[in-house]
Nanobody
Framework: QVQLVESGGGLVQAGGSRRLSCAAS????????MGWYRQAPGNQRELVAT???????NYADSVKGRFTISRDNAKNTVYLQMNSLKHEDTATYYC?????????WGQGTQVTVSL
């Protein structure tokens, strides 16, 4: 099994930047790809960005050009660099790992962007 621990959330002003980290442990060799999702109150959880083993990335249209997902295989960590943050980026951000057993989720980290 895979365990995920997110960090880096907090309060940031609109236009600012924040970097989220997701440390993976356990059966990390089984991970196909990893990603970040977010969920705002009253909304469904939505894709933010994903990255494969071969570093292919995919982004939601709403974050393209502002967010960057990356991974450090030596540290078993995935990052989400968020720039030019908007109030509508406010949400709980969840790290995700997709393995043969299905999806594994972290506990989530709150990002609040003030106006």
């Amino acid at each position: 099994q895979v365990q995920l621990v997110e960090s880096g959330g907090g309060l940031v002003q609109a236009g600012g930047s924040r970097r989220l980290s997701c440390a993976a442990s356990g059966s990390i060799f089984s991970i196909y790809h990893m990603g970040w999702y977010r969920q705002a109150p009253g909304n469904q959880r939505e894709l933010v960005a994903t990255i494969t083993r071969t570093f292919t990335t995919n982004y939601a249209d709403s974050v393209k050009g502002r967010f960057t997902i990356s991974r450090d295989n030596a540290k078993n960590t995935v990052y989400l660099q968020m720039n030019s943050l908007k109030h509508e980026d406010t949400a709980t951000y969840y790290c995700n790992a997709f393995t043969p057993l299905g999806d594994t989720w972290g506990q989530g980290t709150q990002v609040t962007v003030s106006l």
